[in-house]
């Protein structure tokens, strides 16, 4: 299994799928902070938290609750589960 997190925000535009340690997580794409991207944000595979690569907000991925940063607000978790082996995150954004 990797530990590399792939990170791909689907078609809407407004959530962000995060696949790593085998699990994935539908999360919203912007950070409540300042709109901060995700996408480009930095997933930590052991303690599942996601760091918003503008003002280094820090997530648990599996609550949406802030950890560290200058946010208190929480990420929406859309859904939270085993990745599924056989849809290749690197074949495209799908909608869930
Ligand atoms: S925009 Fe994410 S911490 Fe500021």
Redesign the pocket.
Known sequence: MSEEAVLRELADGERLRVRVAGREFVIDAA??????R?VHGHVNARTLRIV??????SFDLTTGCPIA???TEALTVYSDGPANAEDDPRKGPTER
């Open positions: 950070c409540p902070h300042r709109k901060g995700l918003c690569p503008l003002h280094r907000s940063g200058p946010t």
